[in-house]
Nanobody, 120 residues
Framework: EVQLVESGGGLVQPGGSLRLSCAAS????????MGWFRQAPGKGLEWIST????????KYADFVEGRFTSSKDNAENTLYLQMDNLKPEDTAVYSC?????????????WGQGTQVTVSL
């Protein structure tokens, strides 16, 4: 059974940092590209980043502007999202998703998400 479990969210002040984790199980982790997505209140699902199966290549949405870094520890079956210089507009539920391809944003499994709130 494929499982994805996110952690690491919380309340942080503007300009602060958080590191999100996504623990994966039930599939061969290094064979799949993984993505981070987020959904803010009243808004649709937004793609943040994709990293390839080996964890060597990543790409990001324009709004990231160099503030986020996705990484992958295939030995630990864990995906990470390091988020720096957070802004109030980054407030959302963040989730990891197993992608069907590095070149596409459609996914087949996702976790329950972790809340990130950026506020004074």
């Amino acid at each position: 059974e494929v499982q994805l479990v996110e952690s690491g969210g919380g309340l942080v002040q503007p300009g602060g940092s958080l590191r999100l984790s996504c623990a994966a199980s039930g599939f061969t982790f290094n064979q799949y590209a993984m993505g981070w997505f987020r959904q803010a209140p009243g808004k649709g699902l937004e793609w943040i980043s994709t990293i390839d199966g080996f964890g060597g290549v990543a790409k990001y949405a324009d709004f990231v502007e160099g503030r986020f870094t996705s990484s992958k520890d295939n030995a630990e079956n864990t995906l990470y999202l390091q988020m720096d210089n957070l802004k109030p507009e980054d407030t959302a539920v963040y989730s990891c998703r197993r992608l069907k391809s590095y070149w596409r944003k459609d996914y087949d499994y996702w976790g329950q998400g972790t809340q990130v709130t950026v506020s004074l």
